[in-house]
Nanobody, 125 residues
């Protein structure tokens, strides 16, 4: 059974940092891409960042480029999202996802077949 469990969410002031982690189990995740998405209240789920199977390629949404960093540990089956310079508009439930080819960094939700349950990130002004 595939499981993906996020952790690290919480409440932070604007300008602060948080580090999200996602622990995956149940298959070899090094053969697929991993990503982070987020969903704010009343809005659609949106792409945040993705990383290829080897970790050699990353891709970011324009809104987080330069502030967020995605990384993965293929041996440990974990993917992390370091979030710096957080702003109130970053407030959302953050989801980790796995799927698609390991060669790519997909930015659409339909490319991913595995999802975590989400972790809340709240940024106060």
């Amino acid at each position: 059974q595939v499981r993906m469990v996020e952790s690290g969410g919480g409440l932070v002031q604007a300008g602060g940092s948080l580090r999200l982690s996602c622990a995956a189990s149940g298959r070899t995740f090094a053969t697929i891409a991993m990503g982070w998405f987020r969903q704010a209240p009343g809005k659609e789920r949106e792409f945040v960042a993705a990383i290829s199977g080897s970790g050699g390629r990353t891709y970011y949404a324009d809104s987080v480029k330069g502030r967020f960093t995605i990384s993965r540990d293929t041996a440990e089956n974990t993917v992390n999202l370091q979030m710096n310079s957080l702003a109130p508009e970053d407030t959302a439930v953050y989801y980790c996802a796995g799927g698609g080819s390991a060669w790519y960094t997909p930015d659409t939700a339909r490319a991913y077949g595995y999802w975590g349950q989400g972790t809340q990130v709240t940024v106060s002004s």
